[in-house]
């Protein structure tokens, strides 16, 4: 089975900076791609930004410029450096992992992780 496990979140004021991490582990799977996606309070879940395993990034037009998705491959994460930040990216941030698991392509979410962006 694999686990997808967000860390990161908090308390940043407006204009300040973040960076969210998400990690997986489990056997037998290859990662695919990596994402970011949040959820505001009466809001539906929304793609905020991806990462391909050959390298490609996707960014949505409300992030894009400000947040920065990379690969730690040292410690194995895909991070999420948000700078810049606005009240309205106050959400939680959930990770979600394809990956190739005995020759079927699976998603796989993470908890989430709180992002509060207030003064």
């Known amino acids: 089975q694999v686990q997808v496990l967000e860390s990161g979140g908090g308390l940043v004021q407006p204009g300040g900076s973040l960076t969210l991490s998400c990690g997986v582990s489990g056997s037998d799977f290859a990662r695919i791609e990596t994402a970011w996606y949040r959820q505001a309070p009466g809001h539906q879940r929304e793609f905020v930004a991806s990462l391909h395993t050959a390298g490609a990034a996707n960014y949505s037009d409300s992030v894009k410029g400000r947040f920065t998705i990379s690969r730690d491959y040292r410690k194995d994460l895909v991070n999420l450096q948000m700078k810049d930040v606005k009240p309205e990216d106050t959400a939680v941030y959930y990770c979600?992992?394809?990956?190739?698991?005995?020759?079927?392509?699976?998603?796989?979410w993470g908890q989430g992780t709180q992002v509060t962006v207030s003064s």
């Open positions: 979600n992992v394809e990956c190739l698991v005995s020759v079927r392509r699976r998603h796989f």
